[in-house]
Structures are given as structure tokens and as C-alpha cells.
């Protein structure tokens, strides 16, 4: 017993004075690449089309995993202990103030001015407004506009500028290359939208993530459930999307690659208006190696589906 | 003395356990609680420590039996006691110590020394380390007379300590408990065992919802009121 | 292993996240081991799980009055552990059919009062922790509060023995036996409301149950049962995070098999107690 004591004795004081101790921040190696930790696959694409060779992203929600709820291992901590670079989405994504991102960063006791919100420069939409004009519940999905993309794009080529000034003419260029590619991308989406007739702008999916989306390229959204952190197809929810479908007659109903289907297809049944095929993306990309594995060719492949779905092309 | 005034227990469901008792015990003797099964004999022993809700007045000594709780020691049927629990004859006879100790003060050399003399006086010196799960029912309740007597209570009460008890063992408690009635404790029993009562208790209290009768063992364990409490006619054994 | 041994004592000494993540774990290992004897003895095992769900009314009412979740969890946790003693003590209710009244009630009203708020935030990320990522406030406030539990189980062990063994004697000598009860609920609500902010419901009740419950077969004496179920649960936490850094795992599911595997290990082998010794020992004659 008396052993048992002392040798807990010895482990609490000597852990309580190890759990003291402060961290320094990482310092930039000039050789070195950056050390740019990415909350999810989106932002992790765009941080190496303009990066490149020059960075090191560690990526923390995996493709197929939801970025609203994910749990930080051992390996993506000791990357963040050394980290130059915190990049996130915002908007709630990753969780808000007292979400795993957040945690992350103060637990590691990163420099705020190296937390960069990629999202910081967008109005938010807001997924709720009360009866006193409240607005409540940001809708975290900004990033399926190609509008947005653009702003994304500008603040993470700003971010890896401002802690690796050495190399800002190179990052300048790399954006350059790039916004050229998302403007003309943008472009494609305002003439396709453009071209849609009035009555068959109504689309509708089953999380109401395209709401920026929809207000930037004139479309109507339905939905079924308006974020995924709520009930998944409850029959109320179900009801009112049938309703919205009723009343607007879209040609199709589509689905996004990582949610139930299941209430769609209860919507398709009672309406009697198909379902498109392929799903779409909303808030991942593609598998690598599959289309939709880059940000570019996600917008391409989104803007294809949707407007052939729209125009009542199958 | 103990006084119980209007002593009643009402169980949540409304039914009446217990009716009405008034009584006035002397100290220093042992009764004998008899009674037939689930007929109060156990609401009776809980009322008067105030374990149930009970309505009505009990004192010792002209003082309410509540302000005695250091002094009163009830050792409740054994099998509601969880017999896996890790502890040994010595820790759980140690246990009799703690209503005397203050707040922070650990059971010291003077506590187990009374508790082993109890433990001695019980027959029990070479189980002292033995988990208590370990032993026979009537070691286990020796077990539970010795940790009464450390806690040196006047007002003890026992309930159905010889249930599944080898008669060796009852013969030691029996022995022990006159004992202390001896020494000026007052001693309350509840017995099942009908052919013992003569040879253990002075005086008796027949109870079925209610008290029949009570007194000195030779006058109140009749026939006549054993028939009134048990309800049963031409039983051999009251022959 | 040698080499991976190695791999992690450099890890510890290098990535401060790391000794948080121990010495948290080691504390709330330690204090979990010893609130959960008790628990376990009483038959309470499934109260720690019906606290740390009972308590997400309480966040959501810290947040609508905008203060911290602490304070809010631990009222709604003690809350429930008082509901689930008042239905046990007041009529036939038996004490696992009245902790999942009280624990379904207690979410329903949060999930209830989450709709209600509109929360932008998922409250889910509030409640449910990562041992990895512990806020530096967060830390503070998990020591604090462990080494309260940890003292009062020290000061208070008399009573607590004595009312979890013996509540009838406990009663009769003058121990106010609901009065213990209500302190072991609020050391209970303690202990698990801090440790779901830093480490997750997953490990809470594991930390809670099985130590304990692995001490439990091992001990004699309630005081060695702490001793063990503590040391016990420290030891689960230190292994468990040597494996998940080590091949990479998520650090409270891993803690919470190494404890499960610890146990299973003494229940089949502890000469005597274990099982498969119970099956040879029939087998063999005893010699008298």
C-alpha cells in the first residue's frame, strides 16, 4: 500500500509540473517548406495549386468525413505543434468558437495572426431568420459558389505571402495562374444560369447547401433538411420539400455524394419527379483519382450535373 | 426507559403496518419480538429507530430516541448485506468503532484493539483477515455481534440474527448477549423460532400489526395470546 | 516495441500537446478510478453515462444566459442524480429503471432546448472532448476539480465506506446517510461533467466502471480497491496513449479498450479468482 502511494505520489507531481510548461511557436526555416495545416479537402486543393512545391499541407478532415465533427489525432497534432500556417473555412464549418478546429489552434497555443478564416471577406447567409428579423445559424457552405472560390483563393494566397515573404512573387504568380482558371470557371457558371428559363430555376437537393449558390446564379432552393448537424428527414421536413415540389415542378431532385438518399427518394416517389444521377458535391470533393478530386474540376463537374439536371437533360 | 407513544406506520401505498403502539420498556433486559411473518415485527423495530416514516413519540430516558443514535446500535437481517464487498472480519468489526470517531480521525491502535478483543469474545481471532464473504452464515453474524459490542451501544436491536446460524454459533451469541444485558444494555430481538423464546428472553412482544400482548415471558407467552397473534388453532407446539 | 517505446518518450518530451494529454488523462484516470469504486459497489454503473447526457439541458441554458458550460452541466447533472435517488427512494422504482426515466427525460428537454436555441454552435462539440486538443482554461479547471473529488474521497472515506456497506447502521448511528448519497452525486456530476469537456462520453464511463470494476476483483479492502482501480486507471490512460500515438488512433477509444482489455486479462487469469483458474481448480482434487 505504501508503495502504491508513493509511486502515484511521484506521477501527479511530476505531471502537474510537466503540465506547466509553455510552447514556442514554430519558427520558419528559410529552406524549409511551410508547415500549413488545412481544416478540410477543399481548402487543402487550393492551398497547393498556389503553394506548390513551396508548402507542406497536412489535411485534417479526410474526404468522407464530415468537417463539422471531426476528432484530431496524434499525427495531426504533432503537426500542428510545428505549424506556420492554420487555415480553416469559418462560417461554423469546423465547429464555431468552441469547435475541434478552434480547440486545436488554442491547445497548441498557435499565434492568431497565424489562424487564417479563409471566409473572413464573405457576407454570410444565414439558414434561419426569426420573427424579430434575427438572424440565426450561418450556413457554413459558401465555398460550392465559384464567387467565393475566388475570394478563398485570394485569402489563402495572401496567408502563405504573409509568413513566407521570400517567396511572394512565386505565390503572386501561382494565384494569378489560378484565379484566371476560377474566373473563367465563373463566367461559365453566370452564362449557364443565365441561359435557364425563369420556370425551370427551381433546384432542389437534400441539405441546403447551395443557398450562396442559389442567390449569386438567380436559382430558387428547396431542401429537405437545412443542415446536417439537425434531424436528417423527418417527416415535416420531407413534407415541405414535397410541397416546394409540387408548387415549382423541377425537371429532377438531386442528391450530394455523402448524404442519406433515402428521404430524396421517399420525395421522388410522391412527386413523381426522378432523381439525377450522378450525385452531386456539396461539402467534399472527390476521392483522389476520382473526377471532382480538385477544386476546379469539382465546380466544372457541379456546374455540368446542375444545369444538365435543370434543363431537364438526363 | 423506553416510551413509545402512538407508534403507527403507514406504508406509501396506504396500508397500515403498524397500529397504534404504546409502551413503556425498561432498560436492562431482553425482549423477545415475536410475531408471524410480514406482521410488523421488522416495521416495528424500524419505526421506533425512525428508518420508516412513522407517526407518533418514542424517548429514552425522557429524550427523543433520535439524540441517541450513538447510543443505539440495530443490526439489521444479514442477507440485505452485500457479502461481496471487500472487506475483511477485522475492517467490517472496525466499523463499530466510526459512530464514536470525529470527523477526520482514522480508526487508531486503541480501535483494533477493541475490535479484536470483540472479535476474541466471538470465537473468531484466527478468521480476522478472512473476507466476509468468505464465511458461514453463523460466523457472519458473530461477525455482526461483535462489531456491536465495539460499538458499545445501550439500546441494541437485532433482527432474526439466528436465521441460517449453526447452533455452535447461536450458542456463542446467545451466551454474548446475555452478557451484556448483564452489564445494564437493554437488548430488543426479533426471533422467528418459537421453541427458544423461554430460554432467551426475559420478556416478550407479541406483535401482529399491532401489539397482542407483552410482558414477562411467563405470563405474556401464552397459549392463549400465541393463538391470537399467530391466528392459527391446535399447534403442538403450544401444547 | 522497444523502438516505438522510444518514439513516444521523445514525443512526450517533445510535443507539449502530448503531456497535456497525459497528465490529464493520468489525473482523470486516477479520480474516475476512485468515484467509480463507489459507484460500482452501489450498483450505480450506469448513473455516469445518465449524467453525462442528463446535463445537455444545462448547456444549452449556460449558453442562452451566456455563461460558462460548467456551471450549468454540473446543476443539471446534479439535477438528475437527485431525480433518479428521489424515484428510488419514494417507491418500487428500481435504480436502473429510474436512471433511464431521468437520463431520456433530462435529453429529450436538451435536444429540446438546442432546437429552441437555433444554436449556430453544435453543442455536441461543447459536451464531447479530444483528449489531443484540451484548452489551456480547460486544463486548469479539470485539475482543480479532480483534485477536489480526489481530497473529499480522502476526507470523507469513513462515511462513505460505511453508508455504501451498511446504510442501516449508517443511519441509526447517526450518519446522515442522504447527505452522503447527495455528496457522492455531486462528486459524481464533478468529475463526469469535467471529464466530458476534455475527454468525451466515451471514455467517461469506461474511466468510471472499469477500473473499478477490474479493482473490484482483485481486492480485499475497500481502501486497496482505490488504490488499485486509481493505479489501474492512471496505467490504462499511459498505455492507451502510448498505443494511439503510436499508430495513430484516436487517443479516447484506445485508453478506453486498453482499460477493457486489462480487465479481461484479470478476469481469466487472476490465480484464484479468474476464470479459467476456477476450471482447473475443479478439476484438480484439493488436498486437505
Not at chain 1, 167 to 187: H, S, V
Not at chain 2, 45 to 54: D, F, N, Q, R, S
Request: with cysteine; aromatic share 10%.
Amino acid at each position: 500500500m505504501k508503495k502504491h502511494r508513493s509511486i502515484l505520489a511521484f506521477i501527479l507531481v511530476g505531471l502537474l509540473f510537466v503540465s506547466c510548461q509553455n510552447t514556442n511557436n514554430a519558427k520558419i526555416v528559410a529552406n524549409d517548406k511551410v508547415k500549413v495545416i488545412s481544416s478540410f479537402s477543399i481548402l487543402t486543393d487550393i492551398l497547393y495549386q498556389i503553394g506548390k512545391d513551396s508548402i507542406d499541407v497536412h489535411n485534417l478532415a479526410p474526404v468522407g468525413t464530415d468537417p463539422h465533427e471531426y476528432q484530431p489525432v496524434p499525427e495531426d497534432m504533432k503537426f500542428a505543434s510545428s505549424a506556420d500556417l492554420f487555415v480553416y473555412n469559418g462560417l461554423n464549418l469546423e465547429g464555431g468558437d468552441n469547435g475541434w478546429f478552434s480547440k486545436l489552434v488554442k491547445s497548441v497555443k498557435a499565434d492568431k495572426s497565424r489562424v487564417i478564416e479563409v471566409s473572413s471577406t464573405i457576407q454570410p447567409m444565414y439558414l434561419l431568420v426569426d420573427e424579430n428579423d434575427e438572424k440565426m445559424e450561418v450556413n457554413p457552405h459558401s465555398f460550392i459558389s465559384p464567387v467565393v472560390g475566388i475570394e478563398m483563393a485570394k485569402a489563402i494566397g495572401q496567408a502563405l505571402i504573409s509568413v513566407d515573404d521570400a517567396n511572394k512573387e512565386f505565390y503572386e504568380k501561382n494565384l494569378e495562374e489560378y484565379l484566371a482558371k476560377l474566373t473563367a470557371i465563373e463566367k461559365k457558371y453566370r452564362e449557364s444560369f443565365a441561359s435557364i428559363p425563369e420556370e425551370d430555376r427551381y433546384f432542389i437537393a437534400s441539405e441546403r447547401a447551395f443557398q450562396y449558390l442559389a442567390a449569386e446564379y438567380g436559382l430558387t432552393e428547396g431542401f429537405i433538411w437545412s443542415v446536417d448537424t439537425e434531424e436528417n428527414g423527418s417527416p415535416d421536413q420531407i413534407k415541405n420539400a414535397i410541397a416546394f415540389v409540387k408548387e415549382n415542378q423541377p425537371k429532377v431532385l438531386f442528391i450530394e455524394s455523402n448524404k442519406d438518399s433515402r428521404p430524396m427518394q421517399t420525395v421522388s416517389k410522391e412527386t413523381g419527379v426522378p432523381i439525377y444521377y450522378p450525385a452531386i458535391y456539396s461539402d467534399e470533393l472527390g476521392r483522389p483519382g476520382q473526377e471532382a478530386d480538385t477544386y476546379l474540376t469539382y465546380l466544372e463537374y457541379n456546374l455540368k450535373h446542375i444545369y444538365n439536371g435543370l434543363i431537364g437533360n438526363l | 426507559m423506553l416510551e413509545i407513544q402512538n407508534l403507527s406506520v403507514v406504508y406509501s401505498n396506504g396500508v397500515e403496518a403498524l397500529s397504534d403502539v404504546n409502551l413503556q420498556l425498561n432498560a436492562g433486559s431482553i425482549y423477545g419480538i415475536i410475531g408471524p411473518n410480514g406482521a410488523g415485527k421488522t416495521t416495528f423495530v424500524k419505526g421506533i429507530l425512525g428508518i420508516v416514516p412513522a407517526h407518533g413519540k418514542v424517548t429514552y430516558k425522557g429524550k427523543s430516541i433520535k439524540s441517541w443514535a450513538k447510543q443505539t446500535a440495530y443490526v439489521e437481517q444479514k442477507k440485505n448485506l452485500d457479502l461481496d464487498f471487500p472487506i475483511s472480519v477485522l475492517d467490517c468489526v472496525l466499523l463499530g468503532t466510526y459512530p464514536k470517531l470525529r470527523f477526520f480521525e482514522k480508526p487508531g491502535a486503541t480501535e483494533k484493539a477493541a475490535a479484536r478483543k470483540a472479535i476474541q469474545q466471538v470465537g473468531l481471532t484466527d478468521q480476522e483477515n478472512r473476507q466476509i464473504g468468505e464465511l458461514s452464515g453463523g460466523q457472519f453474524q458473530r461477525v455482526l455481534i461483535a462489531r456491536t459490542i465495539v460499538q458499545d451501544a445501550d439500546l441494541i436491536f437485532l433482527d432474526e440474527p439466528f436465521v441460517g446460524v449453526d447452533v455452535n454459533s447461536e450458542a456463542i451469541i446467545i451466551d454474548l448477549l446475555k452478557q451484556l444485558v448483564a452489564e445494564g444494555k437493554t437488548i430488543f430481538m426479533v426471533h422467528h423460532d418459537l421453541s427458544k423464546v423461554r430460554d432467551y428472553f426475559e420478556k416478550v412482544i407479541l406483535i401482529n400489526k399491532k401489539v397482542i400482548a407483552h410482558g414477562p415471558t411467563e405470563k405474556a407467552f401464552t397459549k392463549e395470546n400465541l393463538i391470537k397473534t399467530f391466528d392459527v388453532l391446535d399447534n403442538p407446539l403450544f401444547t | 516495441m522497444g523502438e516505438a517505446l522510444q518514439t513516444f518518450i521523445s514525443d512526450l518530451i517533445e510535443y507539449p500537446f502530448l503531456q497535456h494529454a497525459l497528465s490529464i488523462s493520468l489525473i482523470l484516470g486516477i479520480a474516475c478510478g476512485m468515484v467509480g469504486c463507489f459507484i460500482v459497489l452501489r450498483g450505480l454503473a450506469l448513473m455516469g453515462d445518465a449524467i453525462s447526457h442528463a446535463v445537455l439541458p444545462g448547456v444549452a441554458i449556460s449558453y442562452i444566459l451566456n455563461i460558462s458550460y460548467f456551471f450549468g452541466a454540473v446543476a443539471f447533472g446534479i439535477m438528475a442524480a437527485l431525480g433518479i435517488s428521489f424515484l428510488q427512494h419514494n417507491s418500487k422504482i428500481k435504480s436502473d429503471s429510474a436512471i433511464g426515466i431521468v437520463f431520456s427525460a433530462f435529453l429529450a428537454l436538451g435536444i429540446l432546448l438546442v432546437t429552441k436555441i437555433q444554436s449556430a454552435i453544435n453543442l455536441n462539440n461543447i459536451l464531447f472532448g479530444n483528449v489531443l486538443t484540451i484548452t489551456p482554461s480547460d486544463r486548469i479547471l479539470t485539475i482543480v476539480v479532480a483534485g477536489v473529488v480526489i481530497t473529499a474521497i480522502f476526507l470523507f472515506f469513513k462515511e462513505l465506506q460505511l453508508s455504501t456497506f451498511d446504510p442501516v447502521m449508517a443511519q441509526t448511528s447517526g450518519l446522515s446517510v442522504n447527505l452522503i448519497n447527495y455528496l457522492l452525486m455531486l462528486l459524481l456530476t464533478l468529475i463526469t461533467v469535467v471529464s466530458l469537456q476534455t475527454v468525451g462520453v466515451i471514455l467517461v464511463v469506461s474511466l468510471l466502471i472499469t477500473p473499478a470494476s477490474t479493482a473490484f476483483l482483485l481486492t480485499k479492502s475497500l481502501k486497496s480497491m482505490l488504490w488499485v482501480s486509481a493505479l489501474i486507471g492512471a496505467f490504462s490512460a499511459v498505455i492507451g496513449l502510448f498505443f494511439s500515438v503510436t499508430y495513430n488512433l484516436p487517443s479516447g477509444v484506445v485508453i478506453v479498450l486498453t482499460a477493457t482489455i486489462i480487465f479481461l486479462l484479470v478476469f481469466f487469469f487472476h490465480p484464484k479468482s479468474g476464470l479459467l483458474w476456477q476450471q482447473v481448480n475443479k478439476r484438480r482434487p484439493k488436498t486437505a
